[in-house]
């Protein structure tokens, strides 16, 4: 809710475009700096503590944007707030399923987890109609409210988490390396790759269809259309993880669904009628879902009990340099090549990242 109001509220606002990619920046500056020691806190001080500071954050935040939303700065601000409380939150929440979950389960459990969170996303828009209306440019101080309120319970549910006591087992010097032993163990930076790519490949499918949809004259209901379908197969994916890897194997479904998402991007080049359309983006869709839960599962296991704060936090920040440095990258080959190029190269991307994904192994012992 909060960050597309933000953006509705620079439009009010009036503010340059140079300054609405600076507020899109700020969401991801802090947790850059932030993620790694992140990890470290939750780690050392357990998954609970480190989540309930999250969603203290988050009302914050969310005040922060009723309070100083009159000027870009204080948008920017509130924003950087933002990135923080989301950082906590997410970084805490990982660790507390991979900590908490048998490794025999991780590949379900991570699924559910990222459907709830594909779940609240596909909430959010709604709640924007909701509490700012149906307006061009919704009320977004009713906006920034509601969303502060609907902020509260997850303080209450943060109370009442409990933590996997892994915390006091770090504290103890028991199972727990330094940062520079995680990255050296087997597969850790190529399942940062591969999740890393999936995720900017998400972000490019959101901005680049929409400009696909605009070369090739397609209305933007229909482009809109795709992207829901898009979501939707990427849910039905996540929800449905832990029956495949059962079944075929992590890393045989971890390699297949990145081929599938770059053969759905790869597919889109062509022009195509448009009900093949949705069907191609159904299945890019149903590929992109997968690559960020099953990368959690691998992390989890490679990752010792007392280090998996951290593991997370390297992920979130592989994922936020891809974030940045990978979408930028495809706006300049964009200006040459047009949106079906850029989606051409994210699929030869996702390709490479198959490819890395083949060479990930399960450790012998998940727990050592």
Known sequence: MLRPASAYRALELDVPGAWLGVLGASFAVV???????SGHAVDRLGERRVALAGSALLVAAGLGFVLLAGSVVGLVLASMLLGTAHLCAVVAQQALVANRTPADRYDAAFGYYTFAASLGQALGPGLIVLFGGDRTIPDTRAIFLGATVVA?????????LRPSGQHRRAAGGSGAGGLGDLVRRPGLVRALTVSCVVLAAVDITLVYLPALGAERGIAAGSIGALLGVRAVASMASRLLL?????????????????????????????????????????????GLGAGQPLTMSFLAEVAPPGLRGRAMSLRLTGNRLGQVLIPSAAGALAAGTGAAGVLGC???GLAGAAVAATRLHRPADPNP
């Open 31 to 37: 947790p850059l700096v932030l993620a790694v020691p």
């Open 152 to 160: 509260l319970p997850l303080l209450v549910v943060a109370l009442f």
């Open 242 to 286: 832990g029956r495949l890897v059962a079944a075929l194997g992590r890393r045989f479904v971890l390699v297949g669904t990145v081929v599938l998402s770059a053969v759905g991007l790869a597919l889109l080049l062509p022009p195509l009628p448009f009900a093949v359309l949705l069907v191609v983006v159904a299945v890019a869709g149903l």
């Open 346 to 348: 994210t699929a030869a």
